[in-house]
């Protein structure tokens, strides 16, 4: 069931940022010669999202405040949101110190690129455990920010475009163009399971192995396949740079992990079901050559 995008303050916010980011990108193609104005059309929409989400929720502007602070700590009587926070923000501190090591090493490699998924995929694992309801929120948030920082980049809007420059293009992936998409599809991939089926409330969910398609196609299957495959794969296949060593990592990997995930959860998926999911989403890895952060959870997800 998909979560209930209506008459609830999560629902009412994701609504608010998607508009508003939209606005954003929009505005902001139009004045892209003129990028210091841009910083005001943040300004401008960002404060009409706010009055906006006051008048959804029926609240004063300062009791909204309160209200997604609230929304951020959690329950009063809870520590999971506290102590869950917490290791998200060590997770996004690590990879920030990660990017500016890397920048300061002049080159990224593939195993570089990899460390993101790590720390993307123990950030979902966490949050569909302790506070599912609260990470579907965060990842459409997630999303909406990482669009922003992009478009901050591309049209190297002062002061941030040259930061964001400076610590990013050095990740370029082959498969990127003059848009850095690929951390969007990565996040899009990981969370793409939650983001899709909702959660339909804390109390009634409960994760099935399908909500892990993300980690294990992703975070793991496609980053094993591309470090084993950068540093022994010799035998490669027609018509594609990838490796059959890769791919017998990726199947490999994606096995164990969702076995052994699977032995954890209340409905367990078939044995089938994994098998197939496995092998197909390791087949594809070996001749997509873009979007296969986003296509590979997607077909992991509706298999299993």
Same mark, same amino acid.
């Given at each position: 069931?998909?979560?209930?995008?209506?008459?609830?303050?999560?629902?009412?916010?994701?609504?608010?940022?998607?508009?508003? $980011?939209?606005?954003?990108?929009?505005? =902001?193609?139009?004045?892209?010669?003129?990028?210091?104005?841009?910083?005001?059309?943040?300004? /401008?929409?960002?404060?009409?999202?706010?009055?906006?989400? =006051?008048?959804?929720?029926?609240?004063?502007?300062? @009791? %909204?405040?309160?209200?997604?602070?609230?929304?951020?700590?959690?329950?009063?009587?809870?520590?999971?949101?506290?102590?869950?926070?917490?290791? #998200?923000?060590?997770?996004?501190?690590?990879?920030?110190?990660?990017?500016?090591?890397? %920048?300061?090493?002049?080159?990224?490699?593939?195993?570089?690129?990899?460390?993101?998924?790590?720390?993307?995929?123990?950030?979902?694992?966490?949050?569909?455990?302790?506070?599912?309801?609260? =990470?579907?929120?965060?990842?459409?948030? #997630?999303?909406?920010?990482? /669009?922003?920082?992009?478009?901050?980049?591309?049209?190297?809007?002062?002061?941030?475009?040259?930061?964001?420059?400076?610590?990013?293009?050095?990740?370029?992936?082959?498969?990127?163009?003059?848009?850095?998409? %690929?951390?969007?599809?990565?996040?899009?991939?990981?969370?793409?399971?939650?983001? #899709?089926?909702?959660?339909?409330?804390?109390?009634?969910? @409960?994760?099935?192995?399908?909500?892990?398609?993300?980690?294990?196609?992703?975070?793991?299957?496609? =980053?094993?396949?591309?470090?084993?495959?950068?540093?022994?794969?010799?035998?490669? #296949? %027609?018509?594609?740079?990838?490796?059959?060593?890769?791919?017998?990592?990726?199947?490999?990997?994606?096995? $164990?992990?969702?076995?052994?995930?699977?032995?954890?959860?209340?409905?367990?998926?078939?044995?089938?079901?994994?098998?197939?999911?496995?092998?197909?989403?390791?087949?594809?890895?070996?001749?997509?050559?873009?979007?296969?952060?986003?296509?590979?959870?997607?077909? $992991?997800?509706?298999?299993?």
């Amino acid at each position: 069931m998909f979560f209930r995008m209506f008459g609830d303050e999560y629902g009412s916010l994701v609504i608010v940022a998607i508009v508003s $980011t939209a606005a954003i990108v929009a505005f =902001s193609s139009i004045l892209r010669k003129r990028p210091v104005i841009i910083n005001a059309v943040f300004a /401008v929409v960002i404060s009409l999202a706010i009055l906006t989400f =006051s008048s959804f929720v029926k609240r004063s502007i300062l @009791e %909204t405040i309160e209200l997604l602070y609230r929304m951020v700590i959690g329950p009063h009587d809870s520590w999971n949101r506290v102590y869950m926070v917490a290791f #998200w923000l060590a997770n996004v501190a690590i990879s920030i110190i990660f990017c500016v090591y890397v %920048t300061s090493t002049g080159r990224s490699s593939t195993v570089h690129r990899k460390f993101f998924h790590l720390t993307v995929s123990l950030i979902y694992i966490s949050g569909i455990l302790l506070d599912p309801l609260f =990470s579907w929120l965060c990842a459409w948030l #997630w999303l909406c920010i990482f /669009v922003l920082l992009e478009l901050l980049r591309y049209l190297n809007v002062p002061p941030w475009g040259t930061v964001l420059n400076e610590h990013l293009l050095i990740f370029k992936d082959a498969q990127d163009s003059e848009l850095l998409l %690929t951390p969007i599809y990565l996040l899009v991939g990981i969370f793409l399971p939650l983001m #899709w089926s909702g959660t339909g409330g804390e109390s009634s969910f @409960e994760p099935k192995l399908a909500h892990f398609a993300g980690v294990a196609a992703v975070g793991i299957g496609d =980053s094993m396949a591309a470090i084993v495959g950068s540093k022994w794969g010799n035998t490669k #296949w %027609t018509g594609s740079r990838k490796s059959l060593e890769g791919t017998l990592a990726m199947l490999f990997s994606m096995l $164990t992990f969702l076995f052994v995930t699977n032995f954890f959860i209340q409905e367990a998926s078939s044995t089938i079901s994994i098998i197939v999911a496995s092998l197909v989403a390791s087949v594809l890895e070996a001749f997509l050559n873009s979007m296969d952060n986003f296509v590979l959870p997607a077909v $992991t997800y509706f298999i299993l």
